[in-house]
C-alpha cells in the first residue's frame, strides 16, 4: 500500500474510511515489512525525544554553538506563568516551546529532524501544547504523528524540505503544514481538511528565504520555528471553522517547488543574502568565526 500523492491519498481514505494517520501507519508496515507495534513504538520513542527537547531548554541553561542562541525559551515561558503574555496561553506555549526546540538542536542536543534540523521546533511546539491544553494521552499525540509524517512525505516526495534546494518556505513552511494536518486530525478533522490546513499553512510562508546568519542554524531560524507553530494554529483553526483553502494541495506543493528553485542561489541557505548579508551579521560571523 503506497500513495504518490494527495489525490491519492484521499482516495485510500475516503473508499476505506481512514483518517491520514491510519493510512500513514498502514504504508509504513507494509513498506518496511514492520508489525503495527514496532512501527507504533518507533514513533512513540520519536514522541519522547521532542517532549524532552522543549522541556529541557526551560530546566537548564542552555548556549548554541555559534553563541546567538541562549535561554529565549525560558523567557518566553516566564511571561506565560506571569499571565502577560499577549498571545493567550496556548500560542504562548507552542512558541515558548518551538524556540526551544531550536535551543537544543544548536546546543548538540538530541532532538527530532521533522522534517529538518531547521525547523525541528514547530511540530513539536504544537503538539505539547495542544497535549497540555486538552489534556491528552500520549498514544493519541503519536497517532497525529503518523498524519504528520503523511504531509511531510508527499512534500518530500513531490517537492523538497530542503533549505538549500527551496528556501525557508520549504523547512519551515513543510513543518508548519504538517504541524497544522496534525491539529487537524485531533480536533476532529477530516482527511481533506487535514490537507486544506496544510495547504493554507504552506501557502501562507510561500517565498520565505533560508538566510541563516554565519550559516548556522540558529537565527533567524529559531523565531521562525516560533512563526511556523503559530501558522500551524492558524491554519488549523481556519479550516476547522469551515474556511477552504482554494489552492488543492498537490498544485500548493508544486507551487512552493517552483517559488523555491526561482530563488537566487543566495537566498537558499548560502548566508550571503537576506539578513545574513547584513553588516551587523557580517560582524556576527566574524566573531563567532
Not at 491520514?20 to 512501527?39: D, G, I, N, P
Not at 529559531?222 to 482554494?246: C, D, V
Request: net charge negative; proline share 3%; glycine share 10%.
Amino acid at each position: 500500500m503506497d500513495f504518490r500523492n494527495a489525490v491519492e491519498l484521499l482516495e485510500y481514505c475516503e473508499v476505506k474510511n481512514k483518517s491520514l494517520s491510519e493510512a500513514m501507519l498502514e504504508r509504513e508496515m507494509t513498506l518496511f515489512h514492520l508489525s503495527q507495534e514496532k512501527v507504533w513504538e518507533r514513533m512513540k520513542h520519536a514522541y519522547a525525544i521532542m517532549k524532552r527537547a522543549t522541556h529541557l531548554p526551560l530546566e537548564k541553561d542552555l548556549k548554541s554553538m555559534g553563541g546567538l542562541l541562549g535561554g529565549e525559551a525560558k523567557r518566553l515561558y516566564k511571561r506565560y506563568e506571569e499571565g502577560k503574555t499577549v498571545c493567550g496561553s496556548l500560542m504562548a506555549k507552542a512558541i515558548s516551546y518551538a524556540v526551544g526546540v531550536l535551543e537544543v538542536n544548536s546546543s548538540m542536543g538530541l532532538i527530532v529532524a521533522a522534517p529538518t534540523a531547521g525547523s525541528s521546533g514547530v511540530i513539536p511546539g504544537v503538539l505539547l501544547a495542544i497535549q497540555e491544553e486538552y489534556a491528552l494521552e500520549d498514544e493519541v499525540m503519536v497517532q497525529a504523528l503518523f498524519n504528520a509524517g503523511a504531509v511531510g512525505y508527499l512534500i518530500t516526495l513531490n517537492a523538497t524540505v530542503s533549505g538549500a534546494e527551496g528556501g525557508c518556505q520549504a523547512e519551515v513552511g513543510a513543518a508548519s503544514a504538517m504541524a497544522a494536518a496534525a491539529l487537524c486530525e485531533l480536533m476532529g478533522g477530516s482527511p481533506r481538511e487535514c490537507l486544506d490546513a496544510a495547504s493554507t499553512a504552506l501557502t501562507n510562508i510561500l517565498g520565505l528565504v533560508c538566510d541563516p546568519i554565519a550559516g548556522l542554524v540558529e537565527a533567524p531560524c529559531q523565531k521562525r520555528n516560533a512563526m511556523g507553530a503559530s501558522n500551524a494554529l492558524i491554519s488549523a483553526e481556519m479550516t476547522l471553522s469551515g474556511i477552504r483553502h482554494l489552492i488543492p494541495f498537490d498544485e500548493t506543493v508544486e507551487a512552493m517547488y517552483k517559488v523555491g528553485k526561482s530563488m537566487p542561489s543566495e537566498l537558499r541557505e548560502t548566508a550571503m543574502g537576506g539578513v545574513a548579508a547584513t553588516p551587523t551579521a557580517c560582524q556576527l560571523c566574524k566573531g563567532i568565526f
